[in-house]
Structures are given as structure tokens and as C-alpha cells.
């Protein structure tokens, strides 16, 4: 966190539109891809810099070009120029700390998701950004490093007389956004798969770790609902106010979007919720484990107390005292010692406290 705030004060003073990265370098070198396809055909190649859109002539219909590890202000200047992109839209492409959320221009959306890997030991929650320019003709698509998000969709497209070739530029924006959604439920698959193990460590023996486990858990959910929750919206606005740039038949695909977003946030609110109960549940399992032994140490001590009262009784400095002249006093002592104590273990027994 401290880091991103660092980050985002060097834009401090600067005019709107400058062009300054903001956020994590998580490719040193940038990659740059083009597919041109339509129902006719497709057309795939990688280009050396983003100012080759300008060159490359179109073979076919739509153009869609990905760049992963888009930091570099000089690549979003080129791409600027070429798509007439607005500075607020370079600006915030650079800015890798958006929230999700989709803004219409006159001839493009803009439009930034987010997808999101779970790492183990200890858990933690990666986020990377997607920026998305849906134009008429035209589709750009920007990742902060390579991922295979977006490769079912590629192949789609490789195939030959697939629906999503004759779609044209609407229906790819739908199918990668609807792979972006589709990628949550893997994240809520394995945090699942987590509150599993945590709930069988701390129903046998929980160890202090588990503890952590569970505020990271915690923290993982939390994080999650946080940042998705703003997806329904842009999802709902995407669905009402972009007749422009989707087709009327595209709605009801879109809709199927939101309803999935819905689910995934549902499924968050319980994972909350669990983490809230996996948090109680250790910490009674820790007080039962705690009143046990104090049960147990009670139990001890009680058993030993006559015991002690007869030998303290015994060790008083009286000249004349019962069993003290007599040769088996010592034993008649242990005795009564041992029978009090065989006594008050048959009444614990009986009531249950071992």
C-alpha cells in the first residue's frame, strides 16, 4: 500500500493527461500482438512496437491488438495517435491502481477489469488490470504481463467457422470480458478448497499457524469483495447504455455476464460470512482445549489437597500427637492419604470430570 501511494505522488502537480506509470513493472519487455479476422478469414502476427498498427495494412474486418506490459508512455502515445484515444484514457491505462469501472466516448468504451491469481504460503492475493478500448472497428486490450486469460478465446478465434469470427467486435469484447468473470470462479474454487483445510486443522488440533491461516483467508476475501464489487455496476452499465457499441442480441449474453458477477459476489458475502464462523470456531476450540487443562490441573490439585492438609497436620512440632510414638503411624498416614484420594477419584469419575 505504501508503495502505491509513493507511486502515485509523482503525478502530484501535473497536468490531467500526462503520462506517467503508476503502479508495478511486472514485464521488462513488452509484447505486442495483432489479429485482424472477420467471416472470411483470420490474420495473426507479433509486432516489434505499437507504432506498427499504423503500417500494418488490414486484411480483414476487425482488428484486435494486446499488448502485455503496457508501462511504456511512448507505446500509449503511438497507440493515442493512431486510435485517437483520449489523454484521460492513455492516462489511466498507464495508472495500473484503477478501480473497475467503464467510461463511453464518442467512438470507443473504456473499459478496466482486473483478474486476480491466489498464491500459497502463505495466501495472498495477486491483482493484475486489464484495460479494454472498444471501438466500432477495433478492440485493444492491455495486460500488465502475459497470462493465459484470454487464450480460450484465441482459439476460438483460430478455428474455423466459429461463430465469434462473424460477431465482429462486440461479440470478442463479450467473450473476453465474459473470461475475465469466468476466471473468478476459480479463485472462489480455491479459497473454498482453503476454508476445507483450515476447518479440518482447527476441528483436530489447531496449532498457532492455523491462526494466521485464517486472518489471511480473511484478508483474501475481503480484498475480493472489495474490488469486485464495483464490476455489477459496470456490468449494469454495460448492459443498459451500450446499445451503441453492442447489438441487441449481445444483451442477453451480457446479461448472463452480470448474473455470473452477481453469483461470484453472493459467493464472496458467504466466504465473509465463513471466515467470521472459522475465526469463532478456533477461538472456542482454543478456550475448550484451555478450560480441559485447567479442568485437569484442578482435578490434580484437588485429589493432592487432603494429602497435603495430613502431612502439613503431621509436620506440627507437638510433643504429643496420634501415630507419632506408634511403629506403623508413617503407613497408617499414607494410608489415610490413599484412601481419601482413591475416594475423591471414584466421585470425579462418577461425575464425568475425567
Same mark, same amino acid.
Request: hydrophobic share 40%.
Given at each position: 500500500?505504501s508503495?502505491? *501511494?509513493?507511486?502515485?505522488s509523482?503525478?502530484?502537480?501535473?497536468?490531467?493527461?500526462?503520462?506517467?506509470?503508476?503502479?508495478?513493472?511486472?514485464?521488462?519487455?513488452?509484447s505486442?500482438?495483432?489479429?485482424?479476422?472477420?467471416e472470411?478469414?483470420?490474420?495473426?502476427?507479433?509486432?516489434?512496437?505499437?507504432?506498427?498498427?499504423?503500417?500494418?495494412?488490414?486484411?480483414?474486418?476487425?482488428?484486435?491488438? !494486446?499488448?502485455?506490459?503496457?508501462? !511504456?508512455?511512448?507505446?500509449?502515445?503511438?497507440?493515442?495517435?493512431i486510435?485517437?484515444?483520449?489523454?484521460?484514457?492513455?492516462?489511466?491505462?498507464?495508472?495500473?491502481?484503477?478501480r473497475?469501472?467503464?467510461?463511453?466516448?464518442? #467512438?470507443?468504451?473504456?473499459?478496466?477489469?482486473?483478474?486476480?491469481?491466489? *498464491?500459497?504460503?502463505p495466501l495472498?492475493?495477486t491483482?493484475?488490470?486489464?484495460?479494454?478500448?472498444?471501438?466500432?472497428?477495433?478492440?485493444?486490450?492491455?495486460?500488465?504481463r502475459?497470462?493465459?486469460?484470454f487464450?480460450?478465446v484465441?482459439?476460438?478465434?483460430?478455428?474455423?467457422?466459429?461463430?465469434l469470427?462473424?460477431?465482429g467486435?462486440?461479440?470478442?469484447?463479450?467473450?473476453?470480458?465474459?473470461?475475465?468473470?469466468?476466471?473468478?470462479?476459480?479463485?472462489?474454487?480455491?479459497?473454498n478448497?482453503y476454508?476445507?483445510s483450515?476447518?479440518n486443522?482447527?476441528?483436530?488440533?489447531?496449532?498457532?499457524?492455523?491462526?494466521?491461516g485464517?486472518h489471511?483467508? *480473511?484478508?483474501?476475501?475481503?480484498?475480493?469483495?472489495?474490488?469486485?464489487t464495483?464490476?455489477?455496476e459496470?456490468?449494469?452499465?454495460?448492459?443498459r447504455?451500450?446499445?451503441?457499441?453492442?447489438?441487441?442480441?449481445?444483451?442477453?449474453?451480457?446479461?448472463?455476464?452480470?448474473?455470473?458477477?452477481?453469483?461470484?459476489l453472493?459467493?464472496?458475502?458467504? $466466504?465473509?460470512?465463513?471466515?467470521?464462523g $472459522?475465526?469463532?470456531v478456533?477461538?472456542s476450540?482454543?478456550?475448550h482445549?484451555?478450560?480441559?487443562?485447567?479442568?485437569?490441573?484442578?482435578v490434580?490439585a484437588?485429589?493432592?489437597?487432603p494429602?497435603?492438609?495430613?502431612?502439613?497436620?503431621f509436620?506440627? #512440632?507437638?510433643?504429643?500427637m496420634?501415630?507419632?510414638?506408634?511403629a506403623?503411624?508413617?503407613?497408617?498416614?499414607?494410608?489415610?492419604?490413599?484412601?481419601?484420594?482413591?475416594?475423591?477419584? $471414584?466421585l470425579?469419575?462418577?461425575?464425568?470430570?475425567?
Open positions: 500500500m508503495k502505491t *501511494k509513493k507511486l502515485r509523482r503525478k502530484a502537480g501535473l497536468a490531467p493527461g500526462t503520462l506517467v506509470h503508476i503502479g508495478e513493472i511486472k514485464t521488462q519487455a513488452p505486442f500482438s495483432v489479429i485482424d479476422f472477420d472470411k478469414g483470420l490474420s495473426e502476427a507479433g509486432l516489434p512496437d505499437t507504432a506498427s498498427l499504423r503500417d500494418r495494412p488490414r486484411q480483414f474486418k476487425t482488428r484486435w491488438a !494486446n499488448i502485455y506490459g503496457a508501462h !511504456n508512455p511512448a507505446d500509449l502515445a503511438a497507440l493515442g495517435e486510435y485517437a484515444l483520449h489523454p484521460l484514457v492513455q492516462e489511466d491505462i498507464l495508472n495500473n491502481a484503477q473497475q469501472k467503464i467510461d463511453a466516448y464518442e #467512438n470507443y468504451l473504456y473499459l478496466v477489469l482486473h483478474r486476480y491469481d491466489l *498464491k500459497q504460503d495472498e492475493l491483482q493484475d488490470q486489464i484495460s479494454l478500448v472498444i471501438g466500432r472497428d477495433f478492440l485493444l486490450s492491455f495486460q500488465e502475459p497470462s493465459r486469460t487464450e480460450p484465441r482459439q476460438r478465434l483460430r478455428a474455423e467457422h466459429t461463430s469470427r462473424k460477431g467486435v462486440d461479440m470478442l469484447a463479450y467473450s473476453l470480458i465474459d473470461s475475465v468473470v469466468d476466471s473468478y470462479f476459480g479463485v472462489i474454487e480455491q479459497l478448497d476454508a476445507e483450515l476447518e486443522d482447527i476441528l483436530g488440533r489447531p496449532a498457532p499457524a492455523t491462526l494466521e485464517i489471511q483467508f *480473511k484478508r483474501c476475501v475481503s480484498q475480493l469483495r472489495r474490488n469486485l464495483p464490476l455489477r459496470v456490468l449494469g452499465t454495460l448492459h447504455d451500450a446499445a451503441d457499441f453492442f447489438r441487441p442480441e449481445l444483451q442477453l449474453y451480457l446479461r448472463d455476464v452480470y448474473d455470473h458477477t452477481v453469483h461470484i453472493e459467493s464472496l458475502e458467504d $466466504l465473509r460470512d465463513l471466515a467470521s $472459522l475465526l469463532d478456533y477461538l476450540t482454543v478456550s482445549r484451555v478450560n480441559l487443562e485447567v479442568r485437569a490441573l484442578t490434580v484437588t485429589i493432592f489437597m494429602a497435603t492438609l495430613i502431612a502439613g497436620i509436620g506440627m #512440632n507437638f510433643r504429643v496420634p501415630w507419632l510414638p506408634d506403623g503411624g508413617f503407613y497408617y498416614a499414607l494410608g489415610l492419604m490413599g484412601l481419601i484420594a482413591s475416594i475423591m477419584l $471414584l470425579f469419575w462418577r461425575r464425568r470430570f475425567l
